[in-house]
């Protein structure tokens, strides 16, 4: 169980930092074609609703019985809306064209909302990877994907304001780097009481939570920088990929 921990904080910290790597391009690439963000949150989405529903919820199910995996699954949705509600928070829809004449307490408020709205992510990560391995490195790959343009929405604002580009890189890693806090969390909160019903409950939390990011973020926001044909077909390769990759995984 030892080594699975260290792994779950190791995919978190992986998953968090890539909202550095989303400041580094902002920075080096300085015209990116949105077209391919939305083909890659689609991809996202597309991976995260397949583990979600097919590995998590379907495991949770095989052990908690459809009732109570339903149950744990609604719990999901309403922990993350009340999050994404409750907690000031700018989605990163629309951020990345804002104007430089007012946004340097917008890109403050943004990246302390995204460093928020992290934690939950990171404890997904971990529950998924303590759950089964085989879900917890795509959930981390996904959630990767996902953060980097929310680098890019800490990053734009903050050094149109400041014209301080290592301030601005630094304080997007920080935001990422609640997500491997938020592993910390579910590991020291939840190791006690680890055991098939509870990774099983963790597994249906963690699909509705999943479900929910890529309905209320990844999907509009793919939809605004491309167009409804590209984030599907995002989807779908995460669909397909995410089908071979499991299959494959089974057989060893």
Partial sequence: MENNILVALA???????????????AYF?????????????????????????????????AVL??????????CGLIFI??????????????????????????????????????LPEGMTVALASLADLRMGVPVAIAIAI??????????????????????????????GLAEPLGAILAVFLLYP??????????????????????FDELIPIANRYGNEHLTNMGIIAGFFIMMIGLGLMENF
């Fill in 146 to 175: 996902h953060n980097i343009p929310e680098g890019l929405a800490c990053s734009i604002p903050l050094y149109c304001a400041t014209s301080d580009r290592k301030k601005s890189c630094l304080l997007s890693f920080a935001a």
């Fill in 11 to 25: 995919l978190s910290t992986f998953a968090g930092l890539a909202t550095g790597i989303g400041s580094l391009i």
């Fill in 81 to 118: 809306f009340l999050i994404d509600h409750l907690i000031p928070h700018i989605h990163i829809d629309g951020q990345l064209d804002s104007q430089c004449d007012r946004i340097y307490r917008g890109g403050i408020m943004i990246t302390i909302g995204i460093a928020i709205h992290n």
């Fill in 65 to 74: 019985g459809l009732g109570y995996a339903n149950l744990f699954f609604l």
């Fill in 29 to 61: 690439i300085p015209k990116p074609d949105m077209r391919y963000l939305s083909l890659s949150l689609g991809f996202a989405t597309g991976v995260m609703i397949y583990v979600g529903f097919v590995d998590l919820f379907f495991s949770a199910k």
């Fill in 193 to 214: 009481y680890l055991n098939d019903g509870t990774l099983a409950a963790a597994s249906a939390l963690v699909a509705g939570i999943m479900v929910f990011i890529c």
